[in-house]
C-alpha cells in the first residue's frame, strides 16, 4: 500500500470531538497512550505548534514503524515509546515528562493491525492463530485455544465475547483438538461455524467475530491494562487536564466509566459517552461503536 493510500483509509475515530474534549492548545504536552497509525497524535501536534509536544505509547512495533511515517512533519516535538500504556509512571519518567495536559487512549485493534497479514487477528484468512499486538509477548491465542480447559474457554468466551454459544463451542474446540492441535485462524473459524445450530448463527456479523474477539481481548490482557492505566492516569496530569477514553465495546466501557464515576482525582466531564455522528459512521462504519468518555483532574 503506498503512503498516500494507508493515510487516505486511516480514520482517527472521533477525531474532532477528542481534540475538543482534550482542549488541545499552544504549546501543551500530551500523551498519546495508543499512537497506532498516529491519527490522534498527528492532529494534537497540529494544532499544538510550535511549541507543543506529544509523548506516544504503542507495544506493538509495526504500528510504531508505519505510525512514524504519518507525522514526518511534526517529528522533532513527539517521543515515542515502547511499551504496554500501564507503564505510563516508567515512560513519561524515561521521556522527563511529570504531568501532562492531557491523556488519550483508544483502545482495541487499528485497522492496519486488523487487516495486516501474518498477525491472526481476522478469520477472513488462513494465518496463524497468534493475536498479539505486543509480539515479544509470549502467549498467543493457538496456546489459549490449545492448553486452556472446556470451562476456562466457555467462560472466556461467555465473558470476553458475550458469545451466549460458549460452552458448545468450548466443547467442539476441546473434542478438535484431541485429533488435531488447533494453530489457524481458519481451522478455529470453522469449528466455530460447525459447533453453533444455523438456527443460532448471527445474522449481521460472522458467527466467529465474538470468539476472535475474546481470544484477542484475554492475549492482549486488554481488560487489566486499561484498568491500570484508569487508576494511574490522573497521577500524571495538570489540575484541570483531560483523560479521554475512547472504547469500543460495552464490556470496556463499562469498565471506563466505573473507574471514572470511582476516580478520588477525576471529575467526569461526559455523563453519556460521545459517538460517531452519522457523516463519521457512514464514512467509516469501523466508527460506529466508537465511545468517548473524559474526566478532568482536579486540584
Ligand atoms: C485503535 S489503535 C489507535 C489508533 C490511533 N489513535 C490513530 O489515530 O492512529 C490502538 C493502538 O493501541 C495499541 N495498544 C493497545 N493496547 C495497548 C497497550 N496496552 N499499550 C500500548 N499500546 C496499546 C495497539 O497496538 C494499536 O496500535
Not at 144 to 158: C, M, Q, T
Not at 174 to 189: C, D, F, G, H, M
Not at 258 to 270: D, E, F, G, M
Request: glycine fraction near 8%; charged fraction near 30%.
Amino acid at each position: 500500500m503506498s503512503e498516500t493510500s494507508r493515510w487516505d483509509v486511516h480514520r482517527p475515530v472521533l477525531l474532532e470531538e477528542t481534540m475538543a474534549m482534550l482542549r488541545v492548545v499552544s504549546g501543551g504536552t500530551y500523551m498519546d497512550g495508543t499512537f497506532g497509525l498516529g491519527g490522534h497524535t498527528r492532529e494534537i501536534l497540529k494544532r499544538s505548534a510550535p511549541e507543543g509536544k506529544v509523548i506516544a505509547f504503542d507495544w506493538d512495533e509495526e504500528a510504531i514503524r508505519l505510525g512514524l511515517e504519518n507525522v514526518e512533519p511534526y517529528r522533532n516535538r513527539l517521543t515515542v515509546i515502547q511499551r504496554n500504556f500501564k507503564e505510563i509512571d516508567q515512560g513519561l519518567q524515561e521521556a522527563g515528562v511529570a504531568e501532562v495536559d492531557g491523556i488519550l487512549i483508544d483502545i482495541g485493534l487499528s485497522s492496519l493491525q486488523l487487516d495486516a497479514e501474518g498477525r491472526g487477528f481476522s478469520f477472513r484468512r488462513n494465518e496463524p492463530l497468534d493475536m498479539r499486538m505486543d509480539r515479544r509477548r509470549p502467549l498467543t491465542a493457538a496456546q489459549i485455544v490449545g492448553e486452556s480447559s472446556e470451562r476456562e474457554l466457555a467462560d472466556l468466551f461467555y465473558y470476553y465475547g458475550d458469545e451466549k454459544q460458549s460452552r458448545r463451542i468450548a466443547a467442539r474446540i476441546v473434542e478438535e483438538r484431541k485429533t488435531n492441535p488447533i494453530e489457524q485462524t481458519e481451522q478455529l473459524a470453522q469449528i466455530v461455524y460447525t459447533a453453533i445450530p444455523k438456527k443460532f448463527h448471527p445474522p449481521r456479523i460472522h458467527v466467529a467475530t465474538k470468539v476472535f474477539q475474546a481470544l484477542r481481548i484475554a492475549v492482549n490482557d486488554e481488560l487489566a491494562n486499561l484498568g491500570e492505566i484508569l487508576k494511574k492516569a490522573g497521577d500524571h496530569l495538570v489540575t484541570g487536564g483531560r483523560l479521554c477514553v475512547i472504547s469500543f465495546h460495552s464490556l470496556e466501557d463499562r469498565i471506563v466509566k466505573r473507574a471514572l464515576n470511582n476516580s478520588t482525582r477525576l471529575n467526569v466531564i461526559t455523563k453519556k459517552p460521545v459517538v460517531p455522528g452519522s457523516v463519521e459512521v457512514a464514512e467509516n462504519p469501523r466508527a460506529r461503536s466508537g465511545r468517548l468518555r473524559v474526566a478532568e483532574r482536579f486540584a
